[in-house]
Nanobody
Framework: QVQLVESGGGLVQAGGSLRLSCAAS????????MGWFRQVPGKEREFVTA????????YYAESVKGRFTISGDNAKNAVYLQMNSLKPEDTAVYYC??????????????????WGQGTQVTVSS
């Protein structure tokens, strides 16, 4: 069984920063990329950012470009999200995910087979 565990969420004032971490444990598996999604009550889970291990390509939602940075460690199936200049609209539960689909579209949640349990990020105004 594969487990992804997020950490680093919390409460921060607008303009502040947070760093999320996600690490895999359990059964060994091959991932071709990992990503972060977020969800607020009543809305669909939305793409935030992703990294493809082969070549190191990164992808960002327009709403977070220039403020968020994804990084990771392929060997550990670990991924990190540095969030700067946070806004109240960034408030959500953040989920990390891992994809075992080679050349999959990392910007869609349907590409990901493994998900973490989520960590709450709350940005106060």
């Amino acid at each position: 069984q594969v487990q992804l565990v997020e950490s680093g969420g919390g409460l921060v004032q607008a303009g502040g920063s947070l760093r999320l971490s996600c690490a895999a444990s359990g059964r060994t598996f091959t991932s071709y990329g990992m990503g972060w999604f977020r969800q607020v009550p009543g809305k669909e889970r939305e793409f935030v950012t992703a990294i493809r291990w082969s070549g190191g390509s990164t992808y960002y939602a327009e709403s977070v470009k220039g403020r968020f940075t994804i990084s990771g460690d392929n060997a550990k199936n670990a991924v990190y999200l540095q969030m700067n200049s946070l806004k109240p609209e960034d408030t959500a539960v953040y989920y990390c995910a891992a994809s075992s689909i080679r050349f999959g579209d990392l910007m869609t949640r349907f590409t990901y087979a493994y998900w973490g349990q989520g960590t709450q990020v709350t940005v106060s105004s």
